[in-house]
């Protein structure tokens, strides 16, 4: 279902350049003492490999900078890879940044059709869900509001409601489950388990532990953005959980 090669991803970091005289000279200079050009750039993914099966639902763990997000944009096509390749076979519905594609001079309703057309959808389609897509959001009553004036919370609410009025192939999910009050979390939640029950491929990727073990049959550790172990749901959060907890009493001794 979806093939992850050696895949590597680099950014730059933007340093600023600076074409002054005076810093040609200090370049020139630095060049002759061999001093050590600091790096501009940096490898967010490394040499990373998966194979995902179909109704597989994996997830992604890592603290914040280990390249999860990275990798959830490598697959869904938002980045190509610097090295490497990624095959996907199915439909993806990319569940990440929540509302990027929303204009907030628009209403929610242009908003609908503009984010559904963003996913591919066609306006005849949009018509015939979107009683649909209103009643999940529980928007109704801000169906004329531009979406500047909404919340973050309003606004994910909208734009999870618009891509699950599908049940994909594929779903690539970042940390949505969280967004809304609690009510909308469970409703969240229901969806996601009915897509996954209906055979949906999931990649997931959370911070919390415990709906990363009972969502996933398989996760992904992810270290500066190589892979450190593959495995097991609750053996590699286990082992991760561990690591994590050790790092911070080693931290709590120094202070």
Known sequence: MIRINNVSMKFNLGVEKDNSLKQMFIKILSFWKRKKKKKDYFWALKDVSLDIKKGEVVGIVGTNGAGKSTLLKVVSGVYKPTEG?????GKISPMIELGAGFDGELTARENIYLNGAILGYSKEFIDERFEDIVEFSELRD?????VKNFSSGMTAKLAFSISTIVDPEILIVDEI???????FQEKSKHKMMSMIEGGTTVLYVSHSLESIEKLCTKVIWLDHGKVKMIGDSEKVCGAYYKEIMGREKKRGKKE
Request: glycine share 6%; no cysteine.
């Open 142 to 146: 801000f169906l004329d509001v531009p």
């Open 177 to 183: 489950l969280s967004v809304g009050d609690i009510k």
């Open 85 to 89: 390749s990624v095959e996907v076979n």
